[in-house]
Each structure stands twice: as C-alpha cells, then as structure tokens.
C-alpha cells in the first residue's frame, strides 16, 4: 500500500509539473528564464505520469517464481495484485492492499474538489507572478570568497557539509 500511495504521489506531481508546462507555454513564458530547467521536459514528466500509472495498475513486482511442476518450467512474473484475479488465487487482503490507494486518490480528489467547490484551473488564468517579489527578496547568491579563510568557512556552514557529520544518539542504558 506504501508503495502505490508513494507512486500516486510522483504521479499527482508529474501531472502538477505538465499543467504548469501547459501554463507557462498558453502564456508565453520562456522555461529557460527560471532558475532550474531541464531539457527533458515536459517528455520525462509524460513518462514518470505514464509509468507511474503503469507500475500501479499492472505492479510489477521484483520477485520471480518458478514454476517447476509445469511441463515447461519457465519464470513467471509475480505482479503485485494481478494475481488474485487468476483463476485459485483470490485472496482479498492482497486485493485490498494492492488496489485500495488505487480507489481511494481519485475519490479523495473528486471528494477535496466537491467539498472545496473549486475548478481546476484554466492553463491561461494560472497566476505565475503573484508573490513572486517576496521569493526572488529571499532568494540570493552567495558571494565568491574573497581568501582561504572566507572558502573554508563557507564550505563549513553550507549544506554539504552534512554529509560528513554524522551525530548519533547512544540509546541509554
């Protein structure tokens, strides 16, 4: 279940991400102008939304069984859930664990959008500049160090530098 929900999530985002391709081009703003762009889009936003899908539905899982009672013994796939629609092998806590979040996203989006009574918004009326003062204020580059000191002291207190400490906690005794 936690890992459809998680595929529903980069799902919902990879959707997210296509209507405001569809936004940004309807009002002709360059992509280019942003401050992170990538040249795959909106082509790997298309493809995460489609093997999302994809994986949910069908739920390719990476274990295999063989079947070596069989005449021709051969490696069967084991998809997550399609299973329990083969004849024999129902069994419906694999049934709802594999298809409940299935069920569950589109009627708690249909649910948020009926009970919030909004309307997805048109890709000509998405509002791309309101706030966006207050963003850029907050948002600034790091000056260049001006000495050794200056690089040292930058490299200590920035974000990489989390990957070399390494705080634990002792569990008490």
Known sequence: MTSVAGLLTWFGISVTYIRFYAGMKVQGIDRRKLPFASRLQPFAAWYATIGCFIICVVGVSSTFHFQLDDVNPNCLAQFSGWSVFLRG???????????????????????????????????????????????????????????????IWQWLVSDRVESFLCVRSLPST
């Open 89 to 151: 092998n129902w069994n419906t806590a694999d049934f709802v664990t594999s298809y409940l979040p299935l069920a569950t996203f589109p009627i708690l989006y249909v649910g948020a959008r009926f009970w919030k009574r909004s309307r997805p918004v048109l890709a000509s009326d998405m509002d791309f500049y309101t706030g966006i003062a207050e963003i850029e204020a907050n948002t600034y580059e790091e000056p260049p160090p001006k000495n050794r000191v200056d690089a």
